[in-house]
Nanobody
Framework: QVQLVESGGGLVQAGGSLRLSCAAS????????MGWFRQAPGKEREFVAA????????YYADSVKGRFTISGDNAKNTVYLQMNSLKPEDTAFYYC??????????????????WGQGTQVTVSS
């Protein structure tokens, strides 16, 4: 069973930066892709970014393109989310997710098999 543990959340002023990390353990060799999602109060969980280990294909939500960067260290089974130029609307609980198989629908929560507990990101105006 794969476990995902996020870290790096916190409080930051608008325009600031944060870096989230997600470490996978317990069978991480079975992971094909990893992603980040976020959920604000009263809203549905939404896709942020994803990384495919094989080939390094990367995906971003339009709302974060040019500001967020996803990267990974396969040897450490860790994926990162560098968040720059943060806005108050980026405030949410951020979740790491991992999928065992290929999917063309990396934007959809149901295509992921494992989830972390999440980390809070708060951006003040």
């Amino acid at each position: 069973q794969v476990q995902l543990v996020e870290s790096g959340g916190g409080l930051v002023q608008a325009g600031g930066s944060l870096r989230l990390s997600c470490a996978a353990s317990g069978g991480a060799f079975s992971i094909f892709r990893m992603g980040w999602f976020r959920q604000a109060p009263g809203k549905e969980r939404e896709f942020v970014a994803a990384l495919r280990w094989s080939g390094g294909r990367i995906y971003y939500a339009d709302s974060v393109k040019g500001r967020f960067t996803i990267s990974g260290d396969n040897a450490k089974n860790t994926v990162y989310l560098q968040m720059n130029s943060l806005k108050p609307e980026d405030t949410a609980f951020y979740y790491c997710a991992a999928g065992k198989y290929y999917s063309s629908s990396v934007y959809i929560t149901e295509t992921y098999d494992y989830w972390g507990q999440g980390t809070q990101v708060t951006v003040s105006s």
